[in-house]
């Protein structure tokens, strides 16, 4: 690189020379944003030019119309009124509320599931902490979908039906669904009733749904548990010393002085896993559960509409997860503010 | 003490500089530095003295005003910036030693990869480098394992493993332990003896009143002072220079 | 004993209500360590893992091709060895110089236990037994050979070895899927452990790149890359990976030419590539966030050039703050690939499906997925302990000094 000339004697009000463009450290970036958004530009209108062309080719331009049309398949199980006769849009509704009840659910089960086992880490006695380790390590190096398929085809197909089922105080677990006692007729407290060799409760929820909810509580709670141990860990030693020297037991102290301080860095932690939950709880076609996924599945398998099914379903993961941040943005607000 | 010769390192005429949050840090700096001259900058904090000296090789940019570093004029020209910087070795506060290589690897680096030096001559240069600054025996260490005055020794010795024609120290002190300032001054005073052309920001006013061939003062975003050490110390032109001193000393 | 006796009281009965609950535990643990080694022991049908121990491994690669497997298998055994006995044949200065430290004893060992009893206890035919106690005894020789004699290459050696892998992972390409004068094998008859190990070594490998480019990109100053590297992360992360794999294999043809889209295998490890990015970006990021930003003025002060400075001072810095999460996310994308089964490939899970579909093997549920379970866990442990030895190897502080 040749040295450049001396400069001639600077004069007090003059500007720094300008460089020839490719050599200007301020037209430079431009440049560099300026190609790579062209390329960039250019790859899209690629891809969504063979789109067209190839909808075009097919018959299946972008159109919203075969909503309205009749499903014609049934689901097992919805929280809203659904049958055949009602429209795609109908059903995938219920898909979609069907995934949120999943969600909702699961999310209350793997957070208490996840704190127990947080504190339980944290526990005097060392059966239990290491318990709490063993269960978090073997459930975090085991694909999700692996442990749904197992609880669903080897727990909960192979329960036994009618007088055999296994009966709990208030809950009976059967091959043909779970059955919860709950408030039946008049406001009466009923629990699960055998009825000519079928059972019979205020609740049932079905064998799919149940191996879904087990598998993504047991899997979620793993992770929140670690979560849980992180923010209690990062709680000074000395918080624990000061309580147990006021004669606060281990239970206190960690309820009342520890878990608060904590949940500072837990809950941000937190969102990130009600997410992932959120997202993993589309694995509930393969336990056969008709969530939102399944439902996608079946309309784009008898319309042939893909662009517009995958349109649907981005849409309605992308808010899910908004709405989750939203709300723990919500309260990480809450919790940080209580700090000061 | 030598004589600086009239040869000009660095010219910096009517420098201006504003953040890109509209903070106007350089208001008109001027400064000259000839070759083999010592230079320090004093200043209270927030006077831009350390935005000036990182303008020096283009650590930071600047609006208005025209700066030379050792012939070179300074410009959004990024030829010029990267052959300024090969002549300009900077001395940071942090030390910002690489904690991934060892000391000897700090210090050959760039010699190697930017003047395609071989690396086995480097390696002889490094160590001797490292005789100098009195830490020899710690070149396999990494950073990590040094104290912070041997931490900003191996810095020096890293810049100057590049043979630089320029030295800028932006306060090399101030992140030190008080027992450790005294074995990184002495390096720079020998460095000082050895004719090497050095910018210094720095609060150390017995390093200024020792080894400067002039002090400076800036407030404000521009230089109000410019004196020798003794006249700057003791009989200063500026009630701002006065005001200063009165709180340092 | 009385140390061990003092600490089990500490641990376990402590107090009155600790000691219930000690008690409580061990009698649950016991029966349930009980029921299952009976199940296991008398129940089980293992025959179902035994009889298709060649469609788990490879799914329905052609009987007639699969000596290029076993090839495979034989290079990759030599290759480890290879790299073992190097790596040991250059000690550090922080480790003695020992060519068989007491880890790489223990190693040994466990090879040669697995290996012989492994393939005996699967049942699986002589002939197929001796090639399994061939490859541990090729691996040991290698190890031995290569430690004893490694160091007279000097460094070239290290830099032949590393070099030797990415030349494996293409010859290995090419004796799976053919070309080259081999027979063409398509990627649809690939199935078992191969396919879930060819998916997601594929996705990591090349997830790398793109994640890094990205993550650098979401901390450019140019707006327009900031917010295309953000728009993209956060859209990827945003939606479950089912819904991807649904895209690819159902819009992918629509978005390419005719004839362009690639097989529905490739799509698949396409999209898990792209999937993992988003997530790798995300763990660099946060590497590059604990680099100050010192580091970087620095080695442009000394002269190094943008790209110099990144590569040589930023992020090997950031690599080695991201490597807990960066392997993380490899160990989720190894159980990701399950979901593959699930778009109708037959990987692992895949491959069980099918298994247990056939009437012969009807209700074997429990037996298949928990060698599946058994396997996963193993290969993730396995990952997580390597990334944390790796750690506590790249830690500069973990170095003893000299002195």
């Known amino acids: 690189m040749a040295p450049v000339p001396p400069a001639e004697p600077a004069s007090a009000s003059a500007t720094p020379p300008t460089p020839p463009w490719w050599r200007d450290r301020r037209v430079i970036p431009w440049v560099v944003q300026a190609v790579v958004g062209l390329l960039v530009l250019l790859l899209i209108a690629f891809l969504l030019g063979n789109l067209v062309r190839n909808l075009t080719a097919a018959g299946l331009l972008l159109s919203w119309r075969w909503l309205q049309q009749p499903a014609g398949f049934d689901i097992s199980e919805s929280v809203i009124p659904f049958n055949a006769q009602l429209p795609y849009w109908r059903a995938l509704a219920a898909g979609l509320v069907n995934t949120i009840r999943a969600v909702l659910v699961s999310l209350v089960g793997a957070t208490l599931l996840g704190t127990l086992v947080g504190m339980a880490s944290f526990s005097h006695n060392g059966l239990l902490r290491r318990l709490a380790r063993v269960y978090v390590e073997v459930v975090r190096n085991i694909p999700l979908l692996l442990q749904l398929v197992f609880w669903y085809f080897v727990v909960f197909l192979t329960l036994p039906n009618g007088v055999a089922a296994i009966q709990l105080p208030g809950v009976v677990l059967a091959k043909s669904g779970l059955y919860i006692a709950g408030l039946g007729e008049g406001l009466r407290w009923v629990g699960p009733t055998l009825v000519n060799g079928v059972w019979q409760s205020p609740l049932r929820l079905s064998v799919e749904f149940g191996a879904l909810l087990t598998g993504l509580i047991v899997y979620s709670g793993a992770f929140i548990a670690e979560v849980v141990r992180g923010g209690i860990a990062a709680v000074p030693k000395g918080q624990w010393e000061a309580a147990s020297s006021l004669g606060l037991s281990w239970f206190a102290t960690l309820r009342r002085i520890v878990l608060p301080q904590s949940l500072r860095v837990i809950v941000p932690g937190l969102n990130t896993q009600y997410i992932s939950l959120a997202k993993n709880s589309s694995l509930a076609v393969a336990v056969g559960y008709t969530d939102l996924y399944s439902v996608a599945e079946t309309t784009l398998n008898q319309t042939g509409r893909a662009v517009e099914v995958i349109l649907v379903l981005l849409a309605a993961y992308l808010t899910l997860d908004l709405l989750i941040s939203a709300l723990m943005n919500g309260l990480n607000r809450l919790v940080q503010i209580r700090e000061r | 003490m030598s004589q600086a010769s009239s040869e000009l390192m660095i010219e910096a005429r009517a420098v201006e500089k504003w953040y890109p949050n509209g903070f106007h840090a350089l208001r008109g700096a001027d400064l000259t530095v000839r070759r083999g001259e010592v230079v320090v900058i004093m200043g209270p904090s927030g006077s831009g003295k350390s935005t000036f000296i990182r303008t020096f090789n283009a650590l930071e940019d600047f609006q208005k005003g025209r700066i030379s570093v050792d012939g070179i004029e300074l410009s959004n020209d990024l030829r010029n910036i990267d052959a300024v910087r090969r002549e300009v070795g900077m001395v940071f506060q942090q030390f910002n030693l690489f904690p991934h290589l060892s000391v000897l690897e700090n210090l050959t680096l760039a010699p190697v990869l930017v003047r395609r030096r071989p690396k086995a001559e480097v390696e002889q240069q490094a160590l001797a480098l490292l005789e100098r600054v009195g830490i020899a025996e710690q070149a396999d260490k990494f950073p990590g394992q040094l104290s912070g005055g041997q931490q900003q020794r191996v810095a020096i010795a890293r810049a100057l493993c590049m043979e630089p024609r320029i030295l800028l120290f932006d306060e090399p002190t101030s992140a030190l332990d008080p027992e450790m300032v005294r074995e990184v001054l002495e390096v720079m005073q020998n460095l000082a003896d050895d004719d090497i052309t050095m910018v210094v920001v720095t609060h150390e006013v017995k390093f200024a009143r020792h080894v400067a061939h002039r002090v400076v003062l800036m407030a404000d975003g521009v230089v109000v002072e410019e004196a020798e050490p003794e006249v700057f110390f003791t009989n200063p032109s500026h009630q701002r220079t006065r005001r200063f001193l009165d709180q340092i000393l | ?403």
């Not at chain 3, 793109?210 to 917010?227: E, N, Q």
């Not at chain 3, 970006?281 to 943008?306: C, H, I, M, N, T």
Request: charged content about 15%.
């Open chain 3, 1 to 403: 004993m009385k140390p061990f006796l003092r600490r089990l009281r500490a641990e376990l009965f402590a107090t009155p209500a600790d000691a219930l609950l000690s008690l409580g535990l061990i009698a649950v643990l016991s029966l349930a360590a009980f029921g299952f080694l009976r199940w296991a022991f008398t129940q089980a049908q293992w025959a179902v893992i035994r009889v298709n121990s060649t469609l788990f491994a490879v799914g329905r690669y052609p009987v007639e091709e699969q000596w290029r497997l076993w090839l495979l298998l034989w290079l990759l055994f030599a290759a480890t060895g290879l790299s073992w006995g190097v790596l040991r044949s250059h000690p550090r200065r922080d480790r003695s110089g020992a060519l068989w430290p007491r880890n790489d004893r223990i190693a040994a060992v466990l090879l040669v236990v697995l290996g012989l009893w492994r393939p005996w206890a699967m049942g699986l035919s002589l002939s197929i037994q001796a090639r399994w106690w061939g490859l541990v005894a090729l691996l040991l020789l290698v190890r031995w050979l290569a430690g004893r004699f490694g160091r007279r290459f000097g460094p070239l050696g290290l830099r032949l070895v590393a070099l030797m892998w990415p030349v494996l992972y293409l010859v290995g390409m090419v004796l799976i899927s053919g070309g080259l004068g081999l027979v063409a094998v398509s990627p649809s008859e690939w199935g078992g452990l191969m396919l879930t190990l060819l998916a997601s070594s594929f996705a990591i490998l090349l997830c790398f790149p793109i994640g890094v480019l990205l993550a650098l990109g979401r901390r450019s100053d140019l707006p327009l890359l900031r917010w295309g590297s953000v728009l993209y992360i956060e859209f990827i992360r945003g939606a479950p990976l089912i819904t991807l794999l649904f895209l690819g294999q159902n819009i992918l043809g629509f978005l390419l030419p005719g004839g362009l889209a690639p097989d529905r295998v490739w799509r698949a490890a396409w999209v898990l590539t792209f999937f993992a990015a988003a997530y790798l970006a995300e763990a660099v990021r946060s590497g590059l966030a604990a680099v100050p930003r010192g580091q970087f003025e620095a080695a442009r002060s000394l002269g190094l050039s943008y790209p110099q400075a990144l590569g040589k001072v930023v992020l090997p810095q950031a690599m080695r703050v991201a490597l807990p999460a960066m392997v993380g996310q490899f160990i989720s994308l190894l159980q990701d690939t399950t979901l593959l089964s699930l778009i109708g490939l037959m990987e692992l899970l895949g491959t069980a499906r099918t298994v247990m579909a056939n009437p012969a093997f009807l209700g074997k549920n429990a037996e298949v997925y928990l060698t599946l379970a058994v396997l996963f866990w193993c290969c993730c442990a396995a990952l997580g302990l390597g990334s944390r030895a790796l750690e506590r190897r790249l830690d500069p502080h973990a170095v003893p000094s000299a002195t």
